[in-house]
């Protein structure tokens, strides 16, 4: 699943900080990882506020948390993507 501003994304977010092909999320050996592939990084909030910075590189996705691209989330950011990961 990809995640940017160009509309062949899976999940199109339209942002100036959000580049056409900004992140990836992979499913592989029983876990879901996302690798960020963008020039401005993304930021990981989980569910127990704890901020993950991604920038060039994957990150582990577990719980529940909020995806922000291009910078680290704000209160009322419209174009945050929640995600959960049931197992």
Known sequence: MTAGRADQ???VVRGELVSRLHARIDYRNGRFSL???STNGTWVTDASGTEH??????LVLSGT???SFGRPAVPGQKDLVRYSVVV
């Open 65 to 67: 948390g909020t995806i």
């Open 9 to 11: 994304n899976d999940i």
């Open 35 to 37: 690798t960020d592939q």
């Open 53 to 58: 910075p991604v920038r060039h590189d994957s």
